[in-house]
Structure formats: C-alpha cells, structure tokens
C-alpha cells in the first residue's frame, strides 16, 4: 500500500529566508507525486508535479521539489518565501494505471512566513 | 472562467436531516472525485467517478452517497448526517486518468457542521 509522510506539520519562516518542506512516500512501485498548496479559505491548485525523467521539478511562484527515489523523497524547496507563500502544502502520491486516480495525501505542512 | 463549484459553501445542519452538496465543472472533465480534510489527516477520498453513471467508493465512502447524471455535476448525498462527518469536503475534477498523470482541479470547499 502507499502512504505519504509530510515529515513537518508546521514550519515557520522569516521572508526572504529559504524553505524547505519534507515529503517521504512508501510505495513498492513506481509512483507520480504531487505537490499542492492551500492558501487560507481556498481549494487546491497544483504547485508541480513529477511524472518521469529529471528529477529536478520547477512549479509556479519560484517553487521546485526533487524526486530521489533512492530515499523515496519529494522534498519542495523556495530559495527566498514571501509572506503570500503562507499556506498549507499537500504532497500526494498515486501509481501509474492505478485504480479510480486516486492521490494519497499527506497530512500537510503549514507554512508560516514571518515579517 | 474554467472552474469547479460548490455549494454551499458553508452549511450548519442538525443530526439525521438529509443534505446534498452540489459539485459541477465546467471544463468537460471525465473524472470528478470527493473529498475530505480533516486536521492531522489530510485529504481523504470519499468516492470518485470515472464517467456518466460509473461511480466507486474511496477509502472513506461509509455514510455518503454520490450520483453521476451529468457529465458536469456530482453531488455528494448526506441522507444521515451525523456530528463526525463534520468536516471540510473538496470536490475536484480531471480530464481524464491517463494512468493517474492528470492534475486534478479543485473545487473552493464546503464547510460542514453537524451538530
């Protein structure tokens, strides 16, 4: 079975600062993996997603995460958060030809980013 | 505007009175899916449709119904509501499978309350 370990489940910031929120998947096979940010009161919107080939993934709003499969990671980084960054993160998993699409989230990482 | 809805978006209601959550988009998406978020749990789905009338439980479908008429809507059927189906549910959308590949797009949420 898969499973999705956000590793943090608040991380806190100052602006301009770095970031970078954990994401750990258990799966015996190949998988698709997602990051997607909340902002307060919203839906979800995709931030980027890894399918195959490089495993260095650029998303919107100058955020990237890197697939390494051999510590099953999808870790997503910011070089500089602004205070909009603020919001919670959702990793999620799914196979490829898996039954009903389903995506198997994290429990999200509340980013906080400070004046 | 591309986009899902759903309504209401907020809903306060009493033990065992029915209720039903409408979800439509209007991108002529194939597969339309329902979910959950709960604090320290994520998002969980409840059910999911892969077509007209092709409808299949998630991992948390006990207390719910769903119905799939159109190819635009998909609502979410409380026939008992009760105080621990108090949650925030997602409604999303996406243009198809493709071996679970496609981004899935989000409705804004309904906030629910079951006292």
């Known amino acids: 079975a898969q499973s999705v370990t956000q590793l943090d489940s608040q991380v806190p910031v100052f602006e301009e600062a770095p970031v970078e929120l954990r994401c750990n998947y258990s799966?015996?096979?190949?998988?698709?993996l997602f990051w997607y940010v909340q902002y307060p009161n919203q839906g979800l919107q995709l931030l980027l997603k890894?399918?195959?080939?490089?495993?260095l993934v650029k998303g919107i709003n100058g955020f990237e995460a890197e697939f390494n499969k051999s510590q099953t990671s999808f870790h997503l980084r910011k070089p500089s958060v602004h205070i909009s960054d603020t919001a919670e993160y959702f990793c999620?998993?799914?196979?490829?030809?898996?039954?009903?699409?389903?995506?198997?989230f994290g429990q999200g990482t509340e980013l906080s980013v400070k004046p | 505007e591309a986009q899902v809805t759903q309504n209401p978006r907020y809903l306060i209601t009493v033990t065992g009175k029915k209720l039903t959550v409408t979800c439509s988009q209007n991108?002529?998406?194939?597969?339309m899916s329902w979910y959950r978020q709960d604090p320290g749990l994520g998002l969980r789905q409840i059910y999911y449709?892969?077509?007209?009338?092709?409808?299949d439980k998630g991992d948390v479908p006990e207390g719910y119904k769903v119905s799939r008429k159109e190819k635009r809507n998909f609502p979410l059927i409380l026939e008992s509501p009760s105080p621990n189906q108090t949650s925030l549910y997602f409604c999303?959308?996406?243009?198809?499978?493709?071996?679970?590949?496609?981004?899935?797009?989000f409705g804004p949420g309904t906030r629910l309350l079951v006292l």
């Open positions: 799966s015996s096979v190949s998988v698709y």
């Open positions: 999620a998993v799914t196979r490829p030809y898996n039954q009903g699409g389903k995506l198997i």
């Open positions: 890894y399918l195959s080939g490089s495993t």
């Open positions: 449709s892969m077509n007209v009338e092709v409808t």
């Open positions: 991108m002529n998406h194939e597969y």
């Open positions: 999303a959308s996406s243009p198809g499978l493709a071996g679970g590949r496609e981004t899935q797009y």
